[in-house]
């Protein structure tokens, strides 16, 4: 009936978005690996709907480009941890 807020589903390209915001604010490693496998776990779903002819699936072009966006993201997140002393407390 129009009422209140539209149905909204976020769809894989929103979720890679959503993922390059937390690559750039994570504080350890250990974080962006988990992050990979997430961005791993869309494209493979991407790419299994789109071989089972999924209309929906999103083009392997875009995908191409977001997953080398994210991965040199992971990279220069990864070489500026890696960059930062330490944090060792004191006790």
Do not use: C
Not at 37 to 56: F, Q, S, T, V, Y
């Amino acid at each position: 009936m129009g009422i209140g807020q539209p149905q909204f589903r976020e769809g894989p390209l929103d979720t890679l978005y959503g993922l390059a915001r937390r690559i750039r604010t994570v504080s350890f490693e250990s974080e962006l690996s988990a992050i990979e496998d997430e961005i791993d776990n869309i494209l493979k779903g991407e790419r299994l709907k789109a071989e089972a002819g999924d209309e929906n699936a999103v083009d392997p072009a875009t995908l191409n480009v977001v997953a080398h966006r994210l991965e040199n993201l992971v990279h220069d997140r990864r070489a500026a941890l890696l960059a930062k002393p330490p944090i060792v407390s004191v006790a």
